[in-house]
């Protein structure tokens, strides 16, 4: 599976943004799709999850409500809008693949964990001004 990630750049605070992810290879084992992020020194962040079949989605609490996952099976892309972005939202968001079926029991460990990823795309920059 290999993945591409595009769509970041440079906005103003108060802006949006919408981020693209595009599988290509073996797409069919696909399991979950997931955005995370990681701003300079500091640790990779989970920002949110999709499953690629039932359409269960994750976000992290500290994007809730501006950040909205989604996708398209038939485009193999996973899409992020990201709106009213702050400051703190500057970072690389990388997108993730997961190729193993995700357990019932817990399900959402493997959703927020980048661990559970087998596959990774090569990250687009945000950068957020005040």
């Known amino acids: 599976v290999q993945l591409q990630a595009s769509g970041g750049g440079l906005v103003q605070a108060g802006g949006s943004l919408r981020l693209s992810c595009a599988a290509s290879g073996r797409t069919f084992s696909i399991y979950a799709m997931g955005w995370f992020r990681q701003a300079p020194g500091k640790e990779r962040e989970f920002v949110s999850a999709i499953s690629w079949s039932g359409g269960s989605t994750f976000v992290a609490s500290s994007v809730k409500g501006r950040f909205t996952i989604s996708r398209d099976n038939a485009k193999n892309t996973v899409y992020l809008q990201m709106n009213s972005l702050k400051p703190e939202d500057t970072a690389v968001y990388l997108c993730?693949?997961?190729?193993?079926?995700?357990?019932?029991?817990?399900?959402?460990?493997?959703?927020?964990?980048?661990?559970?990823?087998?596959?990774w795309g090569q990250g687009t920059l945000v950068t957020v001004s005040s």
């Open positions: 993730a693949a997961r190729t193993k079926p995700i357990p019932v029991l817990s399900s959402s460990t493997y959703y927020y964990t980048a661990g559970q990823y087998d596959y």
